[in-house]
């Protein structure tokens, strides 16, 4: 509480315009997950690795605008590249040659995208492969998983959620073949899609193991159901996703986040003789649709990103950056005797007031939200910016110095929690 008042004294100007917004957005909010008591600071300005709020704080900024600020906030090559789209002029009512010059770079990530096409975010690449699915193979059922997170109204945080999209879901108990045969033996016949992150991100990033992951594409395969890896935010732990960590190649994926340089971005695609339904000169082709699908500015911030910026080497050093950082602070909670740690992997994290290991959703029970609102605050008042329910994603400006300066904060809000 000392924390929360903390401070609400020193945003004043961050609760005036948060007052402003409540009449109009509910909560003042137009993005749950931003939203915390007593109010968000409401944020002006972002350079590298760091923001600047309405009065005038400057944090170091470890949440990375959950995984979609991979490049920072203000990349030289990205910058360039939108300012010079601007002055082509917007809305161009056509194609233009940058969209295809960016699908061939994903595909050249992402080989098992045979083909592909654009969306708004993720949430609609997943609500398009999905759809995919159900019309390709003409079923109904999709296999999900609890905890599993694809968009606001594809969400299992609680097995499900009132403003879900109306799929016929089956959701199954993450990191358990057991429970996937168990639940998908009746319907095996009217199995659509299996929709997997590889890693639950929203979930707690909690890994899928390998062996989970290459028993549901068997699974698939014996079924003849379509597996979608949503990669959505596992698609930068390596220049080719976790796919090709694993091995494995789906026959749908689902990206976005970063790989729209900062602007809003979505893709699906696999297999061509599925996606190839989409080829407008086919008779009676599937439509989608999309007016920003192709929009200049993002097409234009994705195709730099991906050749001036984001070359294997840079995601690698950052990932391992991540798990560098992340076995010293568990290394730290562990040294300190709190029963706090930080699961993920590369430069993706997320803090647990919990000990053991973290398997699937349940194992997230009895989590004390209480802890993590404390840490959330003292790490704030050190000026360090994580979300609030404990998830950061490191940008590629995120160095050496700047760990070492969260390894501070975050020892000394360990410390202070202890006082
Ligand atoms: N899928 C995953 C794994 C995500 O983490 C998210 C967003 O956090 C989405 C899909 C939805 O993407 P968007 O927010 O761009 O709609």
Redesign the pocket.
């Known amino acids: 509480n000392q924390a929360i008042e903390q401070y609400r004294r020193s945003h004043p100007a961050s609760e005036r315009i948060h007052q402003q917004a409540l009449g109009v957005l509910p909560g003042g909010n137009t993005r749950s997950?931003l939203f915390f008591d007593p109010f968000p600071p409401y944020m002006v300005r972002g350079e590298g690795c760091h923001l600047w709020d309405a009065d005038g704080h400057r944090y170091l900024d470890a949440l990375g605008e959950?995984?979609?600020g991979l490049y920072g906030h203000s990349d030289p090559a990205i910058r360039a590249a939108v300012s010079e789209a601007l002055h082509s002029g917007l809305s161009l009512s056509s194609h233009t040659e940058r969209e295809g010059l960016l699908a061939r770079e994903l595909q050249r990530r992402f080989p098992s995208m045979e083909l592909l096409r654009f969306t708004?975010?993720?949430?609609?690449?997943?609500l398009m492969a999905l759809a995919t699915a159900t019309a390709s193979t003409e079923r109904r059922k999709v296999l999900v998983f609890k905890g599993?997170?694809?968009?606001?109204v594809?969400a299992f945080g609680q097995g499900g959620s009132p403003v879900n999209v109306p799929h016929e879901w089956i959701v199954a108990r993450y990191n358990d073949l057991d429970d996937v045969h168990a639940q998908v033996s009746p319907h095996r016949k009217d199995l659509a899609a299996i929709l997997v992150?590889p890693m639950l991100?929203?979930g707690g990033c909690i890994p899928g193991d390998p062996q989970f992951l290459h028993g549901l594409r068997a699974l698939a395969s014996e079924t003849g159901a379509l597996l979608i890896f949503?990669?959505?935010?596992?698609s930068r732990l390596s220049f080719g996703g976790r796919q090709q960590l694993l091995g494995i190649r789906p026959d749908l994926t689902?990206i976005?986040?970063y790989f729209g340089g900062g602007l809003?971005?979505?893709a699906f695609g696999g297999r061509a003789d599925v996606m190839s339904r989409y080829d407008p000169r086919r008779p009676q082709a599937w439509q989608h649709a999309g007016t920003f699908n192709n929009n200049v500015l993002t097409m234009a911030a994705g195709l730099a990103g991906l050749k001036h910026v984001l070359t294997a080497e840079r995601l690698d050093a950052l990932n391992r950056r991540g798990d560098a950082l992340r076995a010293k602070l568990n290394a730290m909670f562990e040294r300190q005797g709190v029963p706090l740690q930080f699961s993920g992997l590369g430069s993706l994290m997320q803090l647990h007031p919990l000990a053991g290991t973290l398997r699937s959703a349940d194992d997230l029970a009895a989590a004390d939200d209480r802890v993590k609102a404390l840490m959330f605050f003292e790490l704030l008042s050190r000026s360090v910016y994580m979300a609030r329910r404990g998830f950061m994603a490191l940008s590629l400006p995120f160095g050496d110095a700047e760990c070492m300066r969260l390894e501070h904060a975050m020892t000394e809000a360990v410390n202070a929690r202890r006082a």
């Open positions: 997950v959950f995984t979609a708004n975010s993720g949430t609609e690449a997943n599993g997170y694809h968009g606001g594809l992150e991100g929203s949503d990669e959505v935010m596992t689902t976005g986040k809003t971005f979505g």
